[in-house]
């Protein structure tokens, strides 16, 4: 089985940063399956529907939602089957529920952290 655990989430004032981190894990195939595939940041506001933040594939390519280009950038290190997110220039409607996902279709997903972004 695949585990995404994320970490780093908490709360912020407007302009600050955090960085979020998902390590993933898997035994055997597992592991490989990991690094052959693409791996995203999505988010949840109360509310609001889940949204596709920023996404990078095993070859380090990488996309984001125009909400935050300029602001976060998306990165992993594949030796390490650990993904990141780094927030600069946080805003209050950045608040929100992050969860980290695998796969093409995000085909597995964390338990989330929560970003909370308020003076």
């Known amino acids: 089985q695949v585990q995404l655990v994320e970490s780093g989430g908490g709360l912020v004032q407007p302009g600050g940063s955090l960085r979020l981190s998902c390590a993933a894990s898997?035994?055997?195939?597992?592991?490989?399956?990991?690094?052959?595939?693409?791996m995203g940041w999505y988010r949840q506001a109360p509310g609001k529907q889940r949204e596709l933040v920023a996404s990078?594939?095993?070859?380090?390519?990488?996309n984001y939602a125009d909400s935050v280009k300029g602001r976060f950038t998306i990165s992993r290190d594949v030796a390490k089957n650990t993904m990141y997110l780094q927030m600069n220039s946080l805003k209050p409607e950045d608040t929100a529920v992050y969860y980290c996902t695998l796969g093409a279709l995000a085909d597995y997903w964390g338990q989330g952290t929560q970003v909370t972004v308020s003076s």
């Open positions: 898997g035994s055997g195939f597992i592991s490989g399956f990991i690094r052959l595939n693409n």
């Open positions: 990078i594939t095993s070859g380090g390519l990488t």
